[in-house]
T-cell receptor
Framework: DSGVTQTPKHLITATGQRVTLRCSPR?????VYWYQQSLDQGLQFLIQ???????AKGNILERFSAQQFPDLHSELNLSSLELGDSALYFC????????????FGPGTRLTVT | DAKTTQPPSMDCAEGRAANLPCNHS???????VYWYRQIHSQGPQYIIH???NNETNEMASLIITEDRKSSTLILPHATLRDTAVYYC??????????FGAGTILRVKS
């Protein structure tokens, strides 16, 4: 158990819909990262927040957005969903911004039908 | 793009040491070598990291060559539960982890 929690575990929704994925980092960790893992793209970095502020962006679509709240939990919002958005979405947290290791949550499996 | 090259798959007998190689010939001086693994579809698990010196923790040892162009992750006594995809990642002081295809390690009894 990494100490990072993600909800929900599974999510099934239809194309065009909007969903919100939630992540609670390990106690004391200030950085939160979101990754997407699909069969054809592998594990890809989406976005990073540090203490409430966006710090780095990866291959995140404009239809996707994220935020980190004052209590440090984070939410990833996915809108206008397409079949290709079906994937595992992982959240990771780390103590700070530097070389600290990242601890991953169990993931949310999103299926778009 | 990932900056590392790993064999697609390896087999190891249970109880033996598993030696997973990684080539990172373009690594720069401020980049660390990280190893993660992913068991089935679980979240990736941090194993170990290093800059120049060899490192050891309760899970594994990391051997980095003197020119830092390659490294080896050693699981000293592999068990069936070590069957996973192992990712070697080079990473700047900037947080983003760039995952490649990794090595599928199969530990067999």
């Amino acid at each position: 158990d990494s100490g990072v929690t993600q909800t929900p575990k599974h999510l099934i929704t239809a194309t065009g819909q909007r969903v919100t994925l939630r992540c609670s980092p390990r106690s004391g960790d200030l950085s939160v990262y979101w990754y997407q893992q699909s069969l054809d793209q592998g594990l890809q970095f989406l976005i990073q927040y540090y203490n409430g502020e966006e710090r780095a962006k990866g291959n995140i679509l404009e239809r996707f957005s994220a935020q980190q709240f004052p209590d440090l939990h984070s939410e990833l919002n996915l809108s206008s969903l397409e079949l290709g958005d079906s994937a595992l979405y992982f959240c990771a947290s780390s103590l700070g911004q530097g070389t600290y290791e990242q601890y991953f949550g169990p993931g949310t499996r999103l299926t778009v039908t | 793009d990932a900056k590392t090259t790993q064999p697609p798959s390896m087999d190891c007998a249970e109880g033996r040491a598993a030696n997973l190689p990684c080539n990172h010939s373009t690594i720069s001086g401020n980049e660390y070598v990280y190893w993660y693994r992913q068991i089935h579809s679980q979240g990736p698990q941090y194993i170990i990291h290093g800059l120049k010196n060899n490192e050891t923790n309760e899970m594994a040892s990391l051997i980095i060559t003197e020119d830092r162009k390659s490294s080896t992750l050693i699981l000293p006594h592999a068990t069936l539960r070590d069957t996973a995809v192992y990712y070697c990642i080079v990473r700047e002081y900037g947080n983003k982890l760039v995952f490649g295809a990794g090595t599928i390690l199969r530990v067999k009894s």
